[in-house]
């Protein structure tokens, strides 16, 4: 999970997409409209006119994505620490995470130290028993050696 700066980044980032879609689309489907009754409706050929209704909704629902967008990014800088937080408990805050950071630490390094002690005591237990073993082997190989010494 990103922190609320990058997330009102990525927001922002999304917003100002946003944005160029919308007025691209307006500027690729709007219809022409003449600026007085005296004047002829424009019109181009290669251009590609939505239908009003189509173009209409297109537009609303465009609209709506970017007003969710903007609640979301409100909502994301009322959510910063400092918003409504004197300087004083800021700082205090930090002071108190800095001790909980430095205590996570330490519990960090002990259990650190007790994987490493129990590795070693690990690799000892194996050795023992890899030494066992071959003691045993190196045993049966003798007492078999001497009973085919005895029955030859």
Same mark, same amino acid.
């Given at each position: 999970m990103t922190d609320r700066l990058t997330q009102l980044q990525i927001c922002l980032d999304q917003?100002?997409?946003?944005?160029?879609? *919308?007025?691209?689309?307006?500027?690729?489907? =709007?219809?022409?409209? *003449?600026?007085? +009754?005296? $004047?002829?409706?424009?019109?181009?050929? =290669?251009?590609?006119?939505?239908?009003?209704? $189509?173009?209409?909704s297109t537009i609303d629902?465009?609209?709506?994505?970017?007003?969710?967008?903007?609640?979301?990014?409100?909502k994301l800088i009322d959510s910063l620490p400092g918003v409504d937080v004197s300087e004083e408990e800021q700082l205090r805050k930090i002071d108190i995470l800095?001790? $909980?950071?430095?205590?996570?630490?330490?519990?960090?390094? +002990?259990?650190?130290?007790?994987?490493?002690k129990l590795l070693q005591d690990l690799n000892i237990l194996i050795s023992y028993f890899v030494t066992g073993i071959s003691d045993s082997r190196q045993l049966h190989n003798e007492q078999t050696t001497l009973i085919k010494k005895e029955d030859s």
């Amino acid at each position: 999970m990103t922190d609320r700066l990058t997330q009102l980044q990525i927001c922002l980032d999304q917003m100002m997409e946003q944005f160029c879609a *919308t007025l691209n689309y307006i500027d690729k489907n =709007h219809d022409f409209e *003449t600026y007085n +009754d005296n $004047e002829q409706k424009m019109s181009d050929r =290669h251009a590609t006119v939505a239908p009003a209704d $189509e173009f209409s909704s297109t537009i609303d629902e465009l609209s709506t994505d970017i007003i969710l967008k903007t609640r979301q990014i409100i909502k994301l800088i009322d959510s910063l620490p400092g918003v409504d937080v004197s300087e004083e408990e800021q700082l205090r805050k930090i002071d108190i995470l800095q001790k $909980e950071l430095v205590k996570v630490e330490d519990q960090k390094i +002990d259990a650190v130290k007790k994987k490493e002690k129990l590795l070693q005591d690990l690799n000892i237990l194996i050795s023992y028993f890899v030494t066992g073993i071959s003691d045993s082997r190196q045993l049966h190989n003798e007492q078999t050696t001497l009973i085919k010494k005895e029955d030859s």
